[in-house]
């Protein structure tokens, strides 16, 4: 049973190796001339207009996140279509549970509205999005 550690620990050992010689390698023999050119942010050849801490809008994380979850519990239904045969009618029922799920996070997140890019109405507007404001109940 401990060989079959002492293959893992190898493995780990060795990896961790062959990830950190180069780097240290690297580290050494490269040269290190930091001219303002090369401290100065790379966009593509373009200059850098503006400052790197600018607000985005929150709807990009939220669509990349439900993008995200949808992604990785997709990568769940190849194990299931290869062991699908074996387990007959119970398989079947345990993705129907599974797909159900991700149907009601589906219908949660498009009925709140977080699918939408452009949302009509914003429930705190200032500024520039007043006109778009709900009105609140007095």
Do not use: H
Request: charged letters at 20%.
């Amino acid at each position: 049973m401990y060989r079959d550690f002492g293959t893992v620990l190898f493995a780990v050992i060795l990896g961790i190796i062959m990830v950190a010689i180069p780097l240290i390698i690297q580290k050494l023999i490269a040269p290190s001339n930091k001219t303002r050119e090369k401290l100065e942010t790379y966009e593509c050849g373009e200059e850098a207009d503006g400052s790197a801490w600018m607000q985005f809008n929150i709807r990009f994380y939220v669509i990349a996140l439900i993008f995200l979850i949808f992604d990785v519990e997709v990568v769940f239904l190849f194990p299931w279509a290869v062991v699908f045969k074996k387990m007959g009618l119970v398989a079947l029922i345990e993705m129907g549970i599974f797909l159900l799920i991700l149907v009601v996070g589906l219908a949660y997140v498009w009925v709140k509205g977080d699918l939408n890019w452009v949302k009509r109405r914003v429930r705190y507007a200032t500024g520039r999005y007043k006109n778009i404001a709900i009105e609140q109940e007095r």
